[in-house]
């Protein structure tokens, strides 16, 4: 006996294309859920395989430095020790990325004195879009930074990025010179600007500078330091709102000059 409810055309249409779209979904379901068990570790080096996919992306060259004009940048935790202190979390740009380490620059102070003296920190990259049709990628990490040769990236760090540190500095010099330096700064060795319109005059100057050669080896070495993150475990996690899961992995060595054990397959959370 046919029910009531069947007799309706239009709910009868409408349990039809729920019956048809609710096999769709189960039919795409068992696909993905076939596509992801029958998936393989992405990589046995990290590292590498975070270098491969930038340069597949065009943010890197085949080396690992960063292409000209591309914005590429992850985020940086570190503490001083301190447990009643928050950590103190940074977003800096990727110079270099190889299976040695990941390379970036930062302006000398108190921040960058965070990453020294084999001090742990975390480190956070993503890119992609979570969005219907894309997928997005989460790297996350711990390990150690170490002091590099600033040449070996400073050909390839942006003139704005320089032009930004060392004017900086030449702003907190003439703090110093004031003795005003202790009034101004706000938190953990941050500085006020004092007037806007100065900065910005001072900014200008050191570009100039910078075009023509005018800034010594020594500004530079006391306005910037370069550093190697080296982690010892490294997590990447791809997914999306079509995926049945988050496809997560991790990769653990004992230390940061270590081979990479066999990579792990994780829970999703």
């Known amino acids: 006996m ?11 249409a409408f349990v039809i294309r729920s019956i048809v779209s609710k096999r769709t979904a189960e039919r795409i379901g068992v696909t993905q859920i076939r596509n992801f068990t029958a998936a393989k570790a992405p990589g046995s080096d990290p590292l590498e395989l975070l270098r491969k996919t930038s340069e597949d992306r065009n943010l890197c060259d085949a080396t690992g430095f960063r292409r000209p004009g591309i914005h590429w940048v ?10 009643t202190q928050p950590p103190s979390l940074r977003t800096l740009g990727f110079q270099r990325a190889t299976a040695a380490g990941v390379d970036f620059v930062t302006k000398i102070g108190s921040a960058s004195d965070l990453l020294t003296d084999n001090k742990p920190v975390s480190f956070l990259y993503r890119h992609g879009k979570y969005k219907a049709g894309e997928t997005v990628e989460q790297w996350r990490a711990e390990g150690f930074c170490y002091d590099l040769d600033l040449d070996e990236l400073l050909h390839h760090v942006p003139h704005y990025t320089i032009t930004g540190m060392v004017a900086s500095k030449r702003a907190e010099k ?6 005003e330096t202790e009034q101004n700064s706000v938190s953990a060795g941050r500085l006020v600007m004092e007037r806007q319109t100065h900065f910005v005059e001072l900014i200008q100057a050191t570009r100039v500078h910078l075009e023509n050669g005018e800034i010594s080896k020594e500004e530079l070495a006391e306005s910037l330091r370069a550093f ?11 997914g999306g709102p079509d995926a049945v899961m988050w496809d997560r ?4 060595r004992e230390n940061e000059d270590a081979n990479w054990s066999e990579p792990n397959h994780l829970l999703p959370y």
Do not use: H, Q
């Not at 046919?2 to 009868?12: D, F, H, L, N």
């Not at 992850?74 to 447990?83: L, V």
């Not at 003439?174 to 003795?179: G, V």
């Not at 992995?249 to 653990?252: A, I, N, R």
């Open 2 to 12: 046919v029910s009531s409810i069947m007799r309706t055309p239009g709910t009868a």
């Open 74 to 83: 992850f985020n940086i935790a570190a503490t001083n020790g301190d447990i």
């Open 174 to 179: 003439e703090l110093a010179e004031k003795e």
């Open 228 to 238: 190697r993150f080296k982690p010892t475990r490294v997590e990447r996690m791809v």
């Open 249 to 252: 992995w991790e990769w653990l």
